[in-house]
């Protein structure tokens, strides 16, 4: 429908320097030049290119609806492109998250992870975007379970009667490729027995009985996907705010906890997500530890409106990057403490994830090969 809004966030690792770091500005220029042409044909409305860590995020705007194969196949035409950048300056990984050489109608189980959201844009319409890396899906399902179902967490639960109605949350089990909707807050202790699993459980959609869509996470399982480790999902979410929704506030605060997400180093370790500003996502410290950025924009007309002034280059927004903050220097300080304490541990587990969700394993051939001299126990 022409009076509804399209946002699409797709990301993919494409290539770093010096190990999984961040992508070279000439990557992010090549893929900004491609998104730009795809306004020029009219394909999308607006579009704002940035990173989290090593994985390159690509927000767009457009009337086509979630799922389009010319949006897609353009996000896909962008990454190759800056894999190309990448691969010519014979950056480390280039091309990493990209399945395959060719596209085929949609980003998804090609590699690329993505978010997407349909809705009527209200009078007024503040968005989150929230960027991760070194981490899976599942590590959204602490916040959201605090934002939409925690009422000392988000107030307006209690006391906007808009809010109070409660949510549905769409769950997905990324094993075995099935998704539920479930109410909340009449079946909040069913989804809680479910998402608590993070290596199968993610949320992947959050609605509002009345306004609609309220959040979408990416919750392409990569590893999965390829049949053997790639790299890790590093996923998005975006999450619509206020005036019935969740205050931008609300949507921030749960991550002042710094939770431990699965996917660190190797993408096989336990790490404290670590909330810091887009320029400060480069990982540092044993690969990490893991990161997540908020920027915070508004849809405006079907465009995307941040700090910028009129007049400046398509795709030059400039969000409200809420975690560059000091108010988050004793958030990251304790992520520090707890991911140092964490890789004390080193190869043990719970430093490590379960056996199951290594994203490689020597095991089989070393017990192959202790097999002539495994002996039953008395
Ligand atoms: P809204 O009514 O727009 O959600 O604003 C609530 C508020 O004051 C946020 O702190
Ligand atoms: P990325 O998934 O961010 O590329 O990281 C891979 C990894 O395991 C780094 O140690
Ligand atoms: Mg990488
Ligand atoms: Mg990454």
Redesign the pocket.
């Known amino acids: 429908m022409a009076d509804k809004v399209t946002v699409s966030l797709i990301k993919a690792d494409v290539g770093s320097i010096a190990g999984h770091s961040r992508p070279h500005p000439k990557m992010m220029e090549v893929a900004a030049l491609t998104l730009d042409k795809g306004v020029k044909d009219g394909l999308l409305n607006d579009f704002y290119v940035t990173r989290c860590g090593d994985d390159m995020e690509l927000l767009m705007t457009h009337r086509n609806g979630e799922n389009h194969k010319g949006v897609h196949e353009l996000a896909w035409n962008a990454f190759m492109a800056a894999s190309e950048a990448a691969k010519k300056m014979r950056l480390y990984a280039a091309g990493q998250d990209l399945l395959s050489d060719a596209f085929s109608g949609n980003v998804r189980g090609q590699g690329p992870g993505a978010a997407e959201m349909e809705f009527e844009e209200r009078p007024?319409e503040?968005m989150i975007v929230l960027m991760a890396d070194k981490c899976g899906p599942a590590a959204y399902s602490l916040p959201i379970s605090k934002i939409y179902m925690d009422p000392f967490t988000t107030t307006?639960l209690v006391i906007?009667p808009?809010?109070h109605l409660g949510y549905d949350i769409e769950v997905v089990d990324v094993v075995d490729n099935k998704r539920v909707v479930m109410s909340s807050p009449a079946e909040m202790y069913d989804i809680l027995a479910l998402i608590g699993d993070t290596t199968r459980y993610a949320v992947k959609r959050v609605i509002h009985r009345d306004i609609g869509v309220g959040a979408v996470v990416s919750t392409e399982k990569l590893n999965m996907l390829a049949g053997k480790y790639v790299g890790k999902d590093d996923p998005v979410m975006m999450v619509r705010?206020?005036?019935?929704?969740?205050?931008?506030?609300?949507v921030l605060q749960p991550f002042a906890f710094p939770q431990l997400v699965a996917g660190w180093m190797r993408g096989s370790h336990y790490g404290a997500w670590f909330p810091c500003a887009v320029d400060e996502s480069t990982p540092s410290y044993f690969d990490g530890p893991p990161r997540v950025c908020a920027l915070g924009i508004q849809i405006s007309n079907g465009m995307i409106q941040g700090l910028e002034s009129p007049g400046s280059k398509p795709g030059d927004h400039c969000p409200i990057d809420y975690f560059a903050g000091k108010e988050w220097d004793p958030v990251r300080n304790k992520a520090m403490d707890i991911s140092m304490y964490m890789r004390g541990h080193g190869p043990f587990m719970p430093g490590i994830v379960s056996p199951d969700e290594l994203e490689y394993t020597t095991r089989p051939e070393i017990l192959k090969k202790l097999e002539p001299r495994m002996q039953p126990l008395e």
Do not use: H, K, N, V
């Open positions: 007024t503040p307006g906007d808009r809010a705010c206020q005036s019935g929704l969740p205050a931008a506030g609300e």
